[in-house]
């Protein structure tokens, strides 16, 4: 059983910038795809990044691309969603999700993650 654990949340002005990790235990971290959504109230909820430990290749959201940056770290099983020029839009719960023995490619959005986090929220204030 697959379990992701978000941290790096908080509250930032905007123009501010935070990490956020997704921690995974219970599968081996090299050839899965690792993806971060996220949820504002009212809204759809909005893919935001995708990235294969398999290989490091990266997938992006329109709306945060130049902006954000995620990176994986294999031998500490974690994946690094870094979110830089932050913006009021930004705002919502953060989740990771996982797919195992799965690449990332251009369809990723519509791609079923088996394994969910419990979410870490941003906050930006204008």
């Known amino acids: 059983e697959a379990l992701l654990v978000e941290s790096g949340g908080g509250l930032v002005q905007a123009g501010g910038s935070l990490r956020l990790s997704c921690e995974a235990f219970?599968?081996?971290?090299?050839?899965?795809?690792i993806a971060w959504f996220r949820q504002a109230p009212g809204v759809e909820r909005e893919g935001v990044s995708c990235i294969s430990t398999s290989d490091g290749t990266t997938y992006y959201g329109d709306s945060v691309k130049g902006r954000f940056t995620v990176s994986s770290d294999n031998a500490k099983n974690t994946v690094y969603l870094q979110l830089n020029t932050l913006k009021p839009e930004d705002t919502g719960v953060y989740y990771c999700?996982?797919?195992?023995?799965?690449?990332?490619?251009?369809?990723?959005?519509?791609?079923?993650?088996?394994?969910w986090g419990q979410g870490t929220q941003v906050t930006v204030s204008s």
């Open positions: 999700a996982a797919s195992l023995s799965l690449d990332c490619d251009y369809n990723w959005r519509h791609v079923i993650f088996g394994s």
């Open positions: 219970g599968f081996t971290f090299d050839n899965d795809a």
